[in-house]
Nanobody
Framework: QVQLVESGGGLVQPGGSLRLSCAAS????????MGWYRQAPGMQRELVAT???????NYADSVKGRFTISRDNAKNTVYLQMNSLKPEDTAVYYC?????????WGQGTQVTVSS
């Protein structure tokens, strides 16, 4: 059974950058939609970005132009490059792998943007 493990979170000042990684323990079919979601305290989990076959990406309006999702199929890894971070980006960030009949989540990684 494939497991997803996120890394790269931490504390960063406003305007700073972080790169999150999501490593799969096994091969993820290229047809799966890979995504990053986040959940702030007291809030619902929300979509940040997704990437699917052919490199087609989708972003939440709040992160467009600042975040970039990418995927390395050979390494079974998905990345989220986050630039120009704002305090409102503070949340636990979760990796997701979604197929036709499968929907897997990682354990999450904390991102805190604060001076």
């Amino acid at each position: 059974q494939v497991q997803l493990v996120e890394s790269g979170g931490g504390l960063v000042q406003p305007g700073g950058s972080l790169r999150l990684s999501c490593a799969a323990s096994g091969s993820i079919p290229s047809t799966y939609v890979m995504g990053w979601y986040r959940q702030a305290p007291g809030m619902q989990r929300e979509l940040v970005a997704t990437i699917r076959s052919g490199g087609i990406t989708n972003y939440a309006d709040s992160v467009k132009g600042r975040f970039t999702i990418s995927r390395d199929n050979a390494k079974n890894t998905v990345y989220l490059q986050m630039n120009s971070l704002k305090p409102e980006d503070t949340a636990v960030y979760y990796c997701n792998a979604r197929g036709v009949v499968s929907n897997k989540w990682g354990q999450g990684t904390q991102v805190t943007v604060s001076s």
